[in-house]
């Protein structure tokens, strides 16, 4: 999507209308770039979703929809704090529950502020790999979100993997200027993980830059799914666990690593 510059309505709005005229379906994932809601924003008096407008935006559409929702949005603790850059994912409630709401499923906090884009001046790092369920109509599979810059940390990847994640989730505002490192790093921590990779970028311009779009797809064996254009778009794609898990039978490589500790937070 291209975003709208610190205007959450409008962003909300374009989100909804792209969702209304795409195949959507019960049990569907669906994922939107980094920052969806303000765009990549330093700006602390704009940029977090103090008033969790963007989070009840994302449990209405996981509610609604019947979908597992991946969007990002920011968070500030107190106003002489830095904010953290998230992953938000939400899902919808049970039938039984009494909220008619969604749920939140999973938050990560992006674990590598973009420096040479100083992000560090406003945002803090996480500390923490995360993985969730991601429940389709017929199978469930083990997700680990990551955020834009962190594409260029294989080590959290690495981590992911040997903790059990058998699909990598990251959105994504990824410059023009390096869009052919967006998309070979996708395609490499594919393989090299042996997982799914789902990269999504936004479109268009802010203030300060132009952007890459090129969504993309990638199988556990590297193979190119699905791919848009620099052009705003919605990709679907079909994902089938068993063909990670039967890639990975057949060609154990993640048995053999030897130098990373899963065991950290």
């Known amino acids: 999507m291209d975003i709208a510059w610190e205007d959450r309505k409008a962003n909300h709005a374009t989100v909804g209308r792209m969702l209304a005229s795409a195949d959507v379906r019960a049990g569907d994932l669906v994922v939107l770039p980094e920052l969806f809601d303000v765009g990549f924003s330093l700006n602390l008096d704009a940029a977090p979703d103090n008033d969790s407008r963007t989070l009840r935006f994302l449990l209405g559409l996981a509610q609604d929809l019947g979908v597992t929702v991946h969007g990002g949005r920011a968070i500030r603790p107190s106003d002489d704090a830095k904010a953290s850059n998230l992953a938000t994912v939400t899902a919808p409630s049970p039938e039984d529950e009494a909220s008619g709401g969604g749920r939140l499923l999973c938050e990560y906090a992006k674990i590598h502020p973009f420096s040479f884009g100083r992000e560090p001046e406003s945002y803090v790092g996480g500390d923490s790999v995360e993985l969730y ?11 680990c979100p990551a955020v834009c ?19 990598f989730v990251l959105g994504a505002n ?22 799914y ?5 936004r479109a268009g311009d802010d203030p300060y830059l132009s952007y890459a779009g090129g969504s993309i797809a990638v199988s556990p064996t590297g193979e190119v799914l699905g791919e848009l254009s620099a052009e705003p778009g919605v990709l679907s794609v079909a994902i089938d666990p068993d063909v990670v898990r039967a890639w990975r039978d057949r060609f154990p490589a993640l048995k053999d690593v030897r130098l990373i500790d899963a065991s950290r937070p």
Do not use: M, T
């Open 133 to 143: 369920d991601w429940q389709g109509p017929n199978a469930s599979i083990k997700v």
């Open 149 to 167: 810059y962190d594409l260029r940390f294989p080590e959290l990847f690495r981590i992911g993997a040997l903790r059990g994640a058998e699909c």
């Open 174 to 195: 990824w410059p023009s200027a390096r869009k052919e490192h967006w998309r070979a790093l996708l395609i490499a921590r594919a393989i090299e993980n042996q997982a």
């Open 197 to 201: 990779v789902l990269g999504v970028n």
